[in-house]
Nanobody
Framework: QVQLVESGGGLVQAGGSLRLSCVAS????????MAWYRQAPGKQRELVAS???????NYAESVKGRFIISRDNGGNTVSLQMNSLKPDDTAVYYC??????????????WGQGTQITVSS
């Protein structure tokens, strides 16, 4: 059974920084892509940033230049360094990964979500 476990959420003042981490564990054969999404109250879930197995990154326009996504050398951990945070960044942040595991084959997994609140 594959799990994505997030950590690092919390409350921060505008202009501050936070770092999110997500670890994938279980019967993993390979990880194709890891990403962070977020969902603010009353809004649809949106992609924040993604990183492929090869290290190619993609960012939402709203976070370019402020957020940095990275993966560890083993590839099972993805982090999101969030700088210059704004109140508009307030949302529940979800880790997402496309994983080939031994039970389901290629499957899209989600973490449980972690709340980020940026106060003005």
């Amino acid at each position: 059974q594959v799990q994505l476990v997030e950590s690092g959420g919390g409350l921060v003042q505008a202009g501050g920084s936070l770092r999110l981490s997500c670890v994938a564990s279980g019967d993993i054969f390979s990880i194709t892509m890891m990403a962070w999404y977020r969902q603010a109250p009353g809004k649809q879930r949106e992609l924040v940033a993604s990183i492929t197995r090869g290290g190619t990154t993609n960012y939402a326009e709203s976070v370019k230049g402020r957020f940095i996504i990275s993966r560890d050398n083993g590839g099972n951990t993805v982090s999101l360094q969030m700088n210059s945070l704004k109140p508009d960044d307030t949302a529940v942040y979800y880790c997402n990964s496309i994983i080939r595991d031994l039970a389901r084959g290629l499957f899209n997994y989600w973490g449980q979500g972690t709340q980020i609140t940026v106060s003005s």
